[in-house]
């Protein structure tokens, strides 16, 4: 993962930590339920928005080098690696 992605990555993902520490705040605060599924809506965007990033970072890096590479074996690989990465992200 390239330097920027990770830094925006890990800014993200100490943002929902946050935000998990929130929800667990108003689980043991009873809070009203829908609040609660709100909230969990919220770090779940965001979740999904970290996993695009990494995805992109992949995508555009790893990938791309597989292809300007020429190795038809890595490239094959490759596909094959995101094919079924985004297989389990669609479950």
Sequence with gaps: MHNATRQKVTQRLK???G???GVLRM???DRY???LLTQ???VRAALHKVEEEILRDHLNHCVANAFTSGDATDQRQK??????TLARMTR
């Design 15 to 17: 943002r929902i930590e």
């Design 19 to 21: 935000q998990v520490g």
């Design 27 to 29: 689980v043991e605060e």
């Design 33 to 35: 339920c829908i609040d």
């Design 40 to 42: 969990i809506s919220a």
């Design 79 to 84: 596909v094959e690696e995101l094919v079924h």
